[in-house]
């Protein structure tokens, strides 16, 4: 059965309560007489969700203030740079903990995982003598796009669970309806939209000081779109101890605390200045179930922040 889902997502470990419009006029003329028909419809719509050519509608604005914090095990990603595919059946097992918040923001930690007595493969230490298998990765057969100039279909490597990345030449703006399609393997077939989002630009890029909270801003806002921001600490190029990430409408400006950032910036560090854990990203997304698996498909524009002592 093919699943269907026109909304947009909140973000997160993240589902969405977007309304879908799946208004269709299913009125149908059945008289026999003759005379001709010369009304016209004047109705004028006056909602700003996007019309696809299926007659439903995609809910693209997402204005809620609340944080989404959800995470995305399964995702097709759509960027100005490319088009990707990462679909898994679960979260990375590392355990992280919540262990403070402001605003919009939230502080995730982890100690650096420790198993005395080991742990049995596929097991992997995820934490304080915490084993742990990490998810499996799935097919979904070829991959059906609309509205991603460049790009019309992405099917997984021969003989692999890897899928090849695309490139796209444009990025969808936020009145393009982007699509995918599933044919559908060790996930069932679905069905997913969204539409595109204006690329972020930052104006200046900002520096940080210790104690003083983060001002990030923008000139050019995409209204309806959402912001999501993630600052990482570093160990051993696989695992991030210390976590800020924030989510919030897209307003123009995005205030990260000193007291959540610092934790941060003075955490675990091994790899210098690993300014890749550090960015902020305009997206727009719908998620779909596929067989009990969520998967996300999202369009977003993301920069680099340069930031830290390291």
Same mark, same amino acid.
């Given at each position: 059965m093919l699943l269907l889902l026109l909304a947009c997502r909140h973000d997160t470990t993240r589902a969405d309560t977007d309304e879908v419009d799946t208004d269709v006029d299913t009125d149908a003329d059945t008289d026999t007489d003759t005379d001709t028909d010369t009304d016209t419809d004047t109705d004028t719509d006056t909602d700003t969700d996007t019309d696809t050519d299926t007659g439903a509608t995609v809910a693209c604005d997402d204005t809620d203030p609340t944080p989404h914090f959800v995470a995305r095990p399964a995702t097709i990603a759509v960027t100005a740079p490319v088009v990707s595919v990462d679909l898994l059946d679960g979260p990375l097992p590392w355990v992280l903990e919540e262990t403070a918040s402001s605003?919009? /923001? #939230?502080? $995730? +930690?982890?100690?650096?995982?420790? /198993?005395? *007595?080991g742990c049995t493969p596929p &097991?992997? /230490?995820? !934490?304080? &003598?915490? /084993?742990?298998?990490?998810?499996? #990765? $799935? $097919?979904? !057969? +070829?991959l059906t796009f609309g509205g991603v100039s460049g790009v019309t279909t $992405?099917?997984? #490597?021969? !003989?692999?669970?890897?899928?090849? *990345?695309a490139v796209p030449t444009a990025l969808p703006g936020p009145s393009d309806v982007v699509t995918v399609s599933a044919e559908g393997d060790d996930l069932p077939p679905f069905a997913a939209a969204t539409c595109g989002v204006a690329p972020l630009q930052l104006d200046p890029l900002p520096s940080w000081s210790e104690g003083v909270d983060l001002v990030l801003t923008w000139p050019t806002t995409d209204p309806g779109s #959402?912001?999501? *921001?993630r600052f990482a600490s570093d160990y051993a190029h696989r695992l991030t101890p210390e976590v800020v990430e924030c989510d919030l409408p897209d307003? !123009?400006?995005l205030v990260v605390p000193a007291t959540l950032l610092d934790a941060v910036m003075n955490g675990t560090w091994s790899c210098g200045s690993c300014i890749l854990y550090h960015r902020i990203t305009r997206y727009r997304g719908a998620r779909v179930d596929a067989g009990g698996v969520p998967v996300d498909l999202e369009v977003s524009s993301t920069v680099p922040l340069p930031i830290g002592p390291h």
């Open positions: 605003g919009m /923001c #939230r502080l $995730l +930690t982890m100690p650096v995982p420790s /198993c005395v *007595a &097991d992997e /230490c995820v !934490g304080q &003598d915490v /084993c742990a298998p990490f998810p499996s #990765r $799935l $097919l979904a !057969g +070829t $992405l099917a997984p #490597r021969a !003989g692999s669970l890897f899928y090849d *990345a #959402r912001i999501r *921001a307003t !123009g400006t």
